[in-house]
């Protein structure tokens, strides 16, 4: 008897004695799904103690099933914490405390991060840890859209239309890209899957559209790490000067120094080891840096509006109005490419008892925030000292600071937030490139190495490792080099969002009544409002590369041409890959559909 009361252990989960409750059918199921029924039955078991509760059979199709009202796991439907609203979210909050499994021949489990797996799932698939909640959803996506480039690119802005002209794009982009925002909210919640903009274009438009939209997503985002980590090592030369040492060589006339290289280097490698330790890990610090770029960004924001004047924001436009106000207006893309990087890439690691809605609002939200704080730093530094004095001096921001005040410190205070932002985006996007390289190898679309998830942290390690070869490889080519493909990345993102904006359009033609936990106010109109906004800015960004290229082909679409003949290799190489996996079991693995 006094063994039935010792703890057991079972692989990773160790029960607190071995009274278990074996599984009883309840024949209670609404199409499969869990009611009110089972909420109680199953409860009811738990608070008596046992140190397991055994579910019920549940049938992996339809056709599965032994009778009608059996319960069954054969789409997203079935892994949505919202079905039964607050009883289904009690009812994981009790499988994720009593640690249930699912141990049917053939069924599903729920494991301790309340995961769902199948058993008979090849281990390389793996299932990623559910470890992202609330507000970490809002520091993904605002920490991936203010980075560092304001501090870099103000000057510019400056340039081409003024403070007033550049703060009247960025509020015009904000509104274009909620209304995308919008889109990514719906379309997100119907898909919480790892892959992103790519499963939304493989379920509307196919395969070889959802693999192009995730080969060029995964270069984007694998440029923006090693970009951050190049603009990293840019600003500590600034806040602590002389480190760079001797040109090691040059690359697009920009010198590689060794200082400069090893901080880049180290920033990379420490991105990699705390993606590859977890999720948990990676959002905590995520969350640190980007509250901790809005206290410091206040400081500095509210010492420019308050202590700057209007008289230094004259002339309030650049010397081209219109062609100023839109060359700053058609880089919306990227100044607010982040809250789509992250967010839609981890949804699949969403946190059991975190309501889909709430994820998709928290993308509109960020896209919102980030507007205001780019108007808030335009005009602040504009008010700080006479914008066409600092416009043209490296870091304008930290400069404009530095001469209002004539206060290093300050100066500083702004690079810091620079350097803060660098960093969340490099992390926010590191996550990123390592989910879509995961779901792409899941599916068997490339390698299915890239799929292998480490039992320990949950986390998808070889893909983490091969983001961090690349992007470590990225940052020998300096920040001018790298930046070729941040430049490409503007044109490639408005693509992505016609194609998103598109699929929303096209979903709710061809399954209007499938469930959708955050929908588009104004639905189809406002989608296709986003799609035109977001295709305008396709094509003239396009334009704007070559109507300055001199006649040649732009850097930028070369950099471009030549990930897609690699990308074009990879789906030939695979192709035998492909051929052993039926479309049916590709929709499953890719949109978690039957």
């Known amino acids: 008897m006094s063994e039935l009361f010792k703890p057991l252990r079972l692989r990773g989960v160790t029960f607190k004695h071995r009274i278990f409750v074996s599984p009883m059918c309840q024949y209670s199921s609404d199409d499969g799904l869990p009611t009110d029924w089972h909420f109680v039955h199953l409860g009811s078991r738990a608070v008596g103690g046992a140190a397991l509760v055994m579910v019920e059979a549940t049938a992996v199709c339809p056709e599965g099933r032994i009778s009608p009202r059996d319960s069954g796991l054969w789409s997203a439907r079935h892994d949505s914490a919202d079905v039964l609203g607050g009883s289904r979210e009690a009812l994981d909050a009790f499988c994720r405390d009593y640690r249930y499994h699912r141990w049917h021949t053939g069924g599903r489990a729920l494991n301790e991060g309340g995961q769902m797996t199948a058993s008979g799932t090849p281990p390389s698939e793996g299932q990623l840890a559910r470890a992202v909640g609330g507000w970490q959803f809002f520091s993904l996506a605002f920490g991936c859209i203010v980075g560092v480039g304001w501090v870099v690119i103000l000057g510019d802005w400056l340039t081409r239309a003024g403070p007033i002209g550049a703060t009247a794009a960025f509020v015009v982009g904000a509104a274009v890209m909620s209304v995308i925002a919008l889109c990514y909210a719906e379309i997100a919640t119907i898909l919480p899957v790892s892959g992103g903009e790519m499963a939304y274009a493989y379920e509307t438009f196919g395969l070889p559209m959802g693999y192009a939209i995730g080969w060029v997503l995964v270069l984007v985002y694998i440029g923006a790490v090693a970009y951050?980590?190049?603009?990293?090592?840019?600003?500590?030369?600034?806040l602590v000067p002389g480190g760079r040492g001797s040109p090691l060589y040059?690359?697009?006339?920009?010198?590689?120094?060794?200082?400069?290289?090893?901080?880049?280097?180290?920033?990379?490698?420490?991105?990699?080891?705390?993606?590859?330790?977890?999720?948990?890990?990676?959002?905590?610090?995520?969350?640190?840096?980007?509250?901790?770029?809005l206290v410091i960004s206040a400081a500095f924001i509210a010492a420019g509006l308050f202590g700057g004047s209007t008289v230094n924001l004259h002339p309030l436009f650049g010397p081209g109005t219109v062609s100023g106000f839109l060359g700053v207006l058609v880089t919306a893309p990227w100044w607010f490419g982040g809250f789509?990087?992250?967010?839609?890439?981890?949804?699949?690691?969403?946190?059991v008892g975190t309501p889909l809605a709430v994820v998709g609002r928290l993308m509109v939200y960020a896209v919102g925030v980030a507007g205001v704080y780019y108007c808030l730093?335009?005009?602040?530094?504009?008010?700080?000292?006479?914008?066409?004095?600092?416009?043209?001096?490296?870091?304008?921001?930290?400069?404009?600071?530095r001469a209002a005040f004539r206060s290093d410190l300050l100066s500083r205070v702004v690079l810091l937030a620079g350097l803060f932002g660098a960093i969340t985006v490099g992390n926010g996007t590191f996550l990123a490139a390592s989910r879509l390289l995961f779901a792409l190898g899941r599916a068997s679309v490339i390698g299915r190495r890239f799929s292998h998830v480490?039992?320990?942290?949950?986390?998808?390690?070889?893909?983490?490792?091969?983001?961090?070869?690349?992007?470590?490889?990225?940052?020998?080519?300096?920040?001018?080099?790298?930046?070729?493909?941040?430049?490409?990345?503007?044109?490639?993102?408005?693509?992505?969002?016609?194609?998103?904006?598109?699929?929303?359009?096209?979903?709710?033609?061809?399954?209007?009544?499938?469930?959708?936990?955050?929908?588009?106010p104004g639905g189809v109109a406002t989608a296709a409002v986003g799609a035109a906004a977001a295709a305008f800015m396709l094509v003239w960004s396009l334009y704007d590369t070559q109507r300055t290229a001199n006649g040649g082909i732009p850097a930028e679409w070369r950099v471009l041409g030549a990930w897609g003949i690699a990308g074009a290799a990879f789906w030939v190489a695979a192709r035998s890959l492909r051929a052993r996996v039926g479309d049916a079991e590709r929709r499953r693995l890719m949109t978690g559909a039957s």
């Open 340 to 351: 789509q990087a992250a967010v839609p890439q981890v949804m699949e690691e969403r946190k």
């Open 454 to 520: 480490d039992p320990r942290f949950g986390t998808p390690t070889r893909s983490v490792l091969f983001v961090g070869a690349v992007a470590t490889a990225g940052t020998l080519f300096g920040r001018k080099g790298i930046g070729l493909v941040v430049d490409a990345g503007s044109s490639a993102l408005a693509f992505v969002y016609v194609i998103t904006c598109l699929a929303v359009i096209r979903l709710r033609a061809r399954d209007p009544n499938r469930p959708r936990p955050y929908r588009v």
């Open 250 to 293: 040059t690359f697009r006339g920009e010198p590689v120094r060794p200082g400069s290289l090893a901080i880049a280097l180290a920033l990379v490698i420490w991105l990699t080891v705390l993606n590859y330790r977890g999720v948990r890990s990676a959002t905590r610090v995520q969350d640190l840096l980007t509250y901790g770029k």
């Open 228 to 238: 951050s980590a190049s603009a990293v090592a840019w600003i500590a030369d600034f």
């Open 377 to 401: 730093v335009i005009l602040a530094s504009g008010m700080a000292a006479p914008w066409e004095t600092i416009a043209h001096q490296d870091l304008a921001a930290a400069a404009a600071f």
